[in-house]
C-alpha cells in the first residue's frame, strides 16, 4: 500500500544545535593524483574481516580484487591504483585492533582491470545485492556497514519506504553536499534504479534545511515527470539540528515510526541509504568499476587548504593532508569523521578507508580539553538524548562498572551521538563512560 508523503518531519526528541562549521561547502571537490603507494586494510566495513587475494610481488590492476572473505556479512576489497603489491602487512586500525593490509607500489599508470566491464541488467533483488557486493559497497556515510547485506531486505519485511540520507549534520563535513551538488543525476539514477527493484512507492531524501542549494537541486531532478512519473520521489527538508542524519532518528523524522532497541529500520519497512551510496551504485551499474575512490572533507583549523578530495581509498592520510597545503599549525588533534561521531586517531600515516568522510585535525586552542566539574543535576543531558535515555545514570552506572544497572538503563541503545556531552554545563565526559560501560556489558556476555 503507498503511504502518504509527509509534508513536514516528525518531531523527534532531544538532539543539539551544533555549529555547522560547514567550511567547504562551495568549492568544488579536486580529485587527488594517485599516491606513490597505498596501503590497503582488510577491514574496511561492519563484520568478517577479508583474507588478501594477492602476495607480494603480484601485478594488481585499478579495481581488481585485492581482498574478500567467505563470511556474508563482510565485502571484497579492490585495489585503487595499478602497480605491484610490496608487501603484507598489519596495520592498527582506529580501534586499536590489528587487520592485514595489501601495500600497493604504484606504477602511475592506473591501468583497469581488463575483466571490468558494466554488470548484466539488474532485474531482482538478489541480483541488486550481489552487484552491491561485488562492487565492495558499504555505506559511505561513515557506518561501513555492507551494503548487500542490507539490499538483501529478509522474507517476510516488506519495505514501503526508502529513505536516502543526506542530512550531512556532523559540523565540517560536506562531502555528501558535494555529492549532490555534482552528481545529482547520478544520485537520481541510483534511486530509481533501487527504487524500482525493491518495489518501494515512496522515495524521501531527507536534507538538513541548511543545504537549501542541495534541496533545489535535487527537488529539480527528483521533479522529473519523464523518470518520476508517479511522483514517487520527494525532498523532505529536515530541521538542521544534530543528530537528523543517525539512522533511527531519521526513520522518526521521516516517517514517525520509532525504531526499537536492538531492531532495524527494516522492521519499520524502512531502508536507509546513504547519497553517496546511491550514487555510487549507479555508477557501478554503468562502468562496472568497483568502490576504489572516496570523496573525503579535509577541514579544521590546523590544516591550511580545507577542500574536499576525491582519493584513492588507501591513501595515506598524510599525503591528503599534503594536498591540501599541509597543516598551518601543530595537529593536536586528528579525527576520523565529523567531532561529533568521530574517532579520533593518533597517526596521519594511516590509510582513508571506504567509510571516511572526513579527515580534521584541530590545533591546540581547538583541542584543548575543558574542565570537568561536578554533575549539577540539571537534566539537560536527558532532554538533549535522541533515543531518550538517562546519560547521567549511565555514567555512574558505567563508574561502579555496575552490569545490572547498565542493563536495566538500555546502554546497549546508546549510539554514542556526544548530544548529552555537548549539551553538559559541568562538561562531563559521558560518551566515554557510556562506551565503557558497554564494553563492561559486552565482557559480561550482556551484549542485546
Ligand atoms: S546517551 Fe548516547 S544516545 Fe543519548 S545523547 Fe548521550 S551519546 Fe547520544
Ligand atoms: S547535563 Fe551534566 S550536569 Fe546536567 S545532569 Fe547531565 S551530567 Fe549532570
Known sequence: MQQPFPTR?????????VPHHKNTWQAPSVVMPPPARVVIPMQQHIGAPCRPTVKKGDYVYLGQVVGDSDAYVCAPIHASVSGTVAEITQVMLTGG?????????????????????????????KQLADAARRAGLVGLGGAGFPAHVKLNVPEGKEIDTLIINVAECEPYVTSDHREALENGQNVLEGIYKVKEILGVHRVLIAIEDNKPDVIEKLREIADDPQKDPQDEVRVLP?????????????????????????ALPADVGCLVMN?????????????????????????????KEPK???????????????????????????LMGGP??????????????????????????????????????CGRCVAACPMELMPTKLEKAAEKKDVEALLSLDVMTCMECGCCAFSCPAGRRLVQAIRLGKSYVKKAGGKK
Open 9 to 17: 518531519p516528525f518531531k523527534t526528541h532531544g538532539g543539539a544545535p
Open 97 to 125: 585492533q590489528m587487520t592485514e593490509a595489501v601495500v600497493v607500489e604504484s606504477d602511475g599508470k592506473m591501468e583497469k582491470d581488463p575483466a571490468i566491464a558494466p554488470p548484466a541488467p539488474i532485474t531482482n533483488k
Open 238 to 262: 529536515l530541521k538542521s539540528r544534530y543528530p537528523q542524519g543517525a539512522e533511527k532518528v531519521l526513520v522518526q523524522a521521516c516517517t514517525g515510526r520509532k525504531v526499537p532497541p536492538g
Open 275 to 303: 547519497i553517496a551510496s546511491v550514487s555510487f551504485l549507479a555508477s557501478y551499474m554503468r562502468t562496472g568499476m568497483p568502490l576504489t575512490l572516496k570523496r573525503v572533507t579535509i577541514d579544521g583549523s590546523a590544516i
Open 308 to 334: 574536499n578530495v576525491i582519493v584513492p581509498i588507501g591513501t595515506p592520510i598524510q599525503k591528503v593532508v599534503e594536498f591540501c597545503g599541509g597543516y598551518k599549525a601543530e595537529p593536536r588533534k586528528l
Open 340 to 377: 561529533m561521531m568521530g574517532i579520533a586517531i593518533t597517526s596521519d600515516e594511516l590509510p582513508i578507508l571506504k567509510q571516511n568522510n572526513a579527515i580534521l585535525a584541530f590545533d591546540a586552542q581547538e583541542a584543548r580539553l575543558y574542565e570537568t566539574t561536578a554533575c549539577i543535576r
